[in-house]
T-cell receptor, first 113, second 113 residues
Framework: GENVEQHPSTLSVQEGDSAVIKCTYSDSASNYFPWYKQELGKRPQLIIDIRSNVGEKKDQRIAVTLNKTAKHFSLHITETQPEDSAVYFCAATPKAAGNKLTFGGGTRVLVKP | KAGVTQTPRYLIKTRGQQVTLSCSPISGHRSVSWYQQTPGQGLQFLFEYFSETQRNKGNFPGRFSGRQFSNSRSEMNVSTLELGDSALYLC????????????FGSGTQLSVL
């Protein structure tokens, strides 16, 4: 089955700097890659997603890139703010797997004012 | 529009007991998935239901089961509870097809003593 690895496990940045989180996946059939943000004690919230027919997608300060050949995808947060502090999860799923998401281990991001 | 609703929010049980968790999806959503979240194992897929049928299943023992009703509401049941079943159980819903966006509930925090 699919296996997703996520790095780094923790990330500390100064407010205003950029943050980058990287994930690799194993199943070449995976074609949907969402990113979730989970604040302490709250539900995971979808912040951006990308499908395998697209190489990059942006939404304000957040962008995701996908390299199908290398089987990795990355989350980029620019101009970080204290409210970006949370745990971020990447995930992947092959179309045939329905909504069976395989998640990475998570990255705890701390934005220091 | 109401989000995904899970009840109860917290639950304390003892080993050997059984427990039933409930999930009401976003109105119109027909797919309901369940995930287990623990500090050690992260987010792991349990199963997915669509139109009252189990569409996908993760690698959990048979003590974990679920069902979906005609109104798309779903329940999961864990029998013969073990200490290791202590976790946050998250429900997620989506419209219908595979690789549709998943929206999570706030979860049920289960503690097994």
């Amino acid at each position: 089955g699919e296996n997703v690895e996520q790095h780094p496990s923790t990330l500390s940045v100064q407010e205003g700097d950029s943050a980058v989180i990287k994930c690799t996946y194993s199943d070449s059939a995976s074609n949907y890659f969402p990113w979730y943000k989970q604040e302490l004690g709250k539900r995971p919230q979808l912040i951006i997603d990308i499908r395998s027919n697209v190489g990059e997608k942006k939404d304000q300060r957040i962008a995701v890139t996908l390299n199908k050949t290398a089987k990795h995808f990355s989350l980029h947060i620019t101009e970080t703010q204290p409210e970006d502090s949370a745990v971020y999860f990447c995930a992947a799923t092959p179309k045939a797997a329905g909504n069976k998401l395989t998640f990475g281990g998570g990255t705890r991001v701390l934005v220091k004012p | 529009k109401a989000g995904v609703t899970q009840t109860p929010r917290y639950l304390i049980k003892t080993r050997g007991q059984q427990v039933t968790l409930s999930c009401s999806p976003i109105s119109g959503h027909r797919s309901v998935s369940w995930y287990q979240q623990t500090p050690g194992q992260g987010l792991q897929f349990l199963f997915e239901y669509f139109s009252e049928t189990q569409r996908n299943k993760g690698n959990f023992p048979g003590r974990f089961s679920g069902r979906q009703f005609s109104n798309s509401r779903s329940e999961m049941n864990v029998s013969t509870l073990e200490l290791g079943d202590s976790a946050l159980y998250l429900c997620a819903s989506s419209w219908a097809g595979p690789d549709e966006k998943l929206f999570f509930g706030s979860g049920t925090q289960l503690s097994v003593l």
